[in-house]
């Protein structure tokens, strides 16, 4: 088998920084349930990839203008210094050291990447500068644009925790009344289930929950550490938010 050894450079450099950036952006922001096609899944991966090496060229670039202006004040000093490097020939004459150097630069190009995409994570699910843009733009708000759409579930935009001003989430407390008169099930929301809206099966977990037949009967504290429930078996389900 013959293996394309810039194939194979293309994919660490670029693809799976990539995939690490998009894998930890996912930790902090669901994953869009909009099908896409290779080429868009490459191209994501290649941007993220790209972006963080840009990165990293951008910050060595401040570090090198730093120390070139406390070396002598000239600002450029040292990119003078790279340019007259011979970087071909001392590869070809310290291989060992070129290839380790090289390694080391892979390894931290997808630790960068894994903090980027949480990142990008975040700013992705607040769109700070967009969100402004669009307030500030009062013709598109005439038009009917007063806000991005966006692709998250409507699970998740009802279930997830607000955030206080100082900086510190809400706790969400939920009460479901079951179908079939199985009773009423009320506890503070800890993990749920991120799926498609039309998914009907959509498992949500409580802790410290209780439990009451009727609505004339009164709450008991359930044994256990929580109780796992599927919104698909409630006939009603009310979401209450409550300030740290």
Known sequence: MKIDV???LLAILCIIPGLFAQRSRNLVFPRSFVEQGASAELGELVALGVSTHGLLILFGSFILLALGLCHCFQPLYFFH??????????????????????????????????????AYGMWRGKA???????????????????????????????????????????TVFIELEMKDQLGFYA?????????????PHKPIYLIDASYRRTLAD????????????????????FVKQVAP
């Open 6 to 8: 810039s194939t194979v």
């Open 81 to 118: 210094m790279i340019d007259s490097w011979p970087v071909k020939g001392w590869a070809a004459s310290y291989p060992t050291e070129a290839a380790a150097l090289g390694t080391c630069y892979v390894f931290l190009s997808f630790a960068v990447s894994h903090w980027l995409g949480l």
């Open 128 to 170: 700070p500068i967009t969100t402004f843009a669009l307030r500030r733009a009062v013709w598109l708000q005439k038009l009917g644009i007063t806000g991005l759409l966006g692709e998250k579930p409507i699970i998740y935009e009802i279930l997830s925790a607000n955030v206080a001003e100082d900086g510190t989430e809400y």
């Open 187 to 199: 506890g503070q929301l800890s993990q749920f289930a991120i799926v498609r809206d039309e998914e």
């Open 218 to 237: 009164d709450y008991e504290p359930l044994q256990g550490d929580g109780v796992l429930l599927d919104l698909a078996d409630a006939a009603q389900v």
